[in-house]
């Protein structure tokens, strides 16, 4: 069974920065890309970033390029989202994924692991 955990989140002030963590555990495809989405309150959750298992192609939602930023240790089995310059309307939960087909796909549906979540808060 496979197992994604997030961690790394909290109560940041408009303009921090905060790194979440994702592990993954248990068998897994030889490759396998990730992808971090996120949902605010009220709203869809919505795609953030990906990335397949060299690093090589990655992606980002058009709004949060050059703030946000993606990698991953193969090694560690973790992924990462580095968060900058963050602004109260990041404020989410937000979740890592796994897709075993290495595609680093926008659309939740290529997902087929979850993690629970982890909440991020940007208020002063």
């Known amino acids: 069974q496979v197992q994604l955990v997030e961690s790394g989140g909290g109560l940041v002030q408009p303009g921090g920065s905060l790194r979440l963590s994702c592990v993954v555990s248990?068998?897994?495809?030889?490759?396998?890309?990730m992808g971090w989405f996120r949902q605010a309150p009220g709203k869809e959750r919505e795609f953030v970033t990906a990335?397949?298992?060299?690093?090589?192609?990655?992606d980002y939602a058009e709004s949060l390029k050059g703030r946000f930023t993606i990698s991953r240790d193969n090694a560690k089995n973790t992924v990462y989202l580095q968060m900058n310059s963050l602004k109260p309307e990041d404020t989410a939960v937000y979740y890592c994924?796994?897709?075993?087909?290495?595609?680093?796909?926008?659309?939740?549906?290529?997902?087929?692991?979850w993690g629970q979540g982890t909440q991020v808060t940007v208020s002063s």
């Open positions: 990335i397949t298992w060299s690093g090589f192609s990655r």
């Open positions: 248990g068998r897994t495809s030889r490759t396998y890309a």
């Open positions: 994924a796994l897709d075993t087909a290495n595609r680093a796909a926008t659309e939740e549906r290529w997902y087929k692991y």
